[in-house]
């Protein structure tokens, strides 16, 4: 079956409007004869006259009538996806966002973020959800709206990903630990007893490459999936830990941070999103208060740069 011509939607609904082929013609720019042929086409594809003569002008019959309301409803709403979008108003939105992240995401950012959203935008509503893996599948699928993270091998090519702030490995122990007191060198170091992080279980990662550089090998104890389980038995062992600074700042409250003495490539954390969002107002305004609220944390005062 022959899709209809949509475009006779407008023309129907100018007929119906005007109760005329002249004056139909003259508000849609045709010819008297162009829009006699298009009312021929209606009359074929409705299966109804649509518009008889009664006298010198034309009426609609109970079909146009029972229509005459439903094209006009339809052509507004046709014309209403066509146009651009109207400018965000942020107080009416009404609107529920899940935001996947690693371990510490919320910890650091979640109430700034949360505390900007409830002042500009009081209708929208964050759901926070665990990012187990670097999976595209959920931004592909339209279950989360914005992820933030390192942009790895796995992320989907169609992604779009914008930089957030560049984050340092730091080593970290409970307070009152030995490495709290004294240079840390990459001997010191590499003899303590450590958790290593791997999302995938590995057992060994950039710390392990860099101390092998320099001929040393350090014994981990234990492997955990995430920085916030790393953390939690730093601080009730003596177990070492190292994971990002800015990432990890509200996790590491109380415990001992310290510069790795060794040279561990920094990461890029960014935010991605589908394509399919790029232009949606709401989001970009997501986006940019993500963007904000990352770029105002603070660096932690208690672990100075290397020199």
């Not at 079956?1 to 109760?19: H, I, K, Q, S």
């Not at 992240?101 to 002042?119: C, I, K, M, P, Y």
């Amino acid at each position: 079956m022959a899709r209809p011509d949509l475009n006779l939607l407008v023309t129907l609904d100018v007929l119906l409007a005007e109760g005329s082929v002249a004056r139909a013609a003259r508000r849609l720019r045709l010819s008297p004869s162009a829009m006699s042929r298009a009312l021929a086409r209606l009359r074929e594809a409705t299966g109804d006259p649509l518009l008889v003569r009664a006298g010198r002008g034309l009426v609609p019959t109970p079909r146009a009538l029972d229509l005459r309301e439903r094209v006009s409803r339809l052509v507004q709403d046709a014309e209403a996806v066509l146009r651009p979008a109207e400018a965000l108003d942020l107080a009416r939105l009404a609107r529920t966002f899940t935001l996947r992240g690693s371990d510490g995401f919320v910890e650091n950012f979640g109430a700034g973020l949360l505390a900007r959203v409830a002042v500009e935008a009081p209708g929208v509503r964050l759901r926070f959800v665990p990012k187990p893996d670097k999976d595209s599948a959920p931004l592909r699928g339209g279950s989360v709206d914005l992820e933030t993270g390192v942009v790895g091998d796995t992320t989907g090519p169609e992604v779009r990903a914008q930089a957030l702030f560049r984050d340092r490995f730091v080593g970290v122990v409970r307070a009152g630990h030995p490495l709290c007191r004294g240079e840390v060198t990459a001997a010191r170091y590499a003899a303590g007893r450590h958790v290593l992080v791997s999302r995938q279980g590995l057992d060994r990662g950039p710390v392990d490459d860099a101390l092998e550089a320099l001929g040393l090998e350090r014994h981990v104890a234990t492997t955990v999936g995430g920085f916030a389980a790393a953390l939690a038995l730093v601080r009730a062992t003596d177990l070492i830990a190292a994971v990002p600074e800015r990432h990890t700042q509200a996790l590491r409250a109380g415990l001992h941070s310290f510069p790795l003495p060794v040279a561990v490539p920094p990461v890029t954390v960014s935010m991605l999103w589908h394509p399919r969002l790029d232009a949606d107002p709401a989001h970009r305004w997501l986006r940019g208060c993500v963007r904000e609220v990352c770029g105002a944390l603070p660096r932690d005062r208690a672990c100075p740069p290397r020199p």
